[in-house]
């Protein structure tokens, strides 16, 4: 099962992961929200993240627990 979050607009997104190599050559995992499954959905919000929403706009981001 696929992790998705509604933001406070009402539109229901699912969370991806890529791993990525930075230009220093360190290796990144970077998480992002989409309107569609892909490839890289994941299953669960990783432990020590938790979702963000811009009130703005209602962008979604991923981010470490405080």
Known sequence: MAYQHTNSKGVTYFLNSK???LR????????????????????ALPAGKEVGENPRNGFLTVKNVK
């Open 19 to 21: 791993d990525v190599v």
């Open 24 to 43: 220093g050559g360190k290796k990144q995992t970077i998480y992002y929200f989409s309107k569609d499954k892909r490839a890289e959905t994941i299953d």
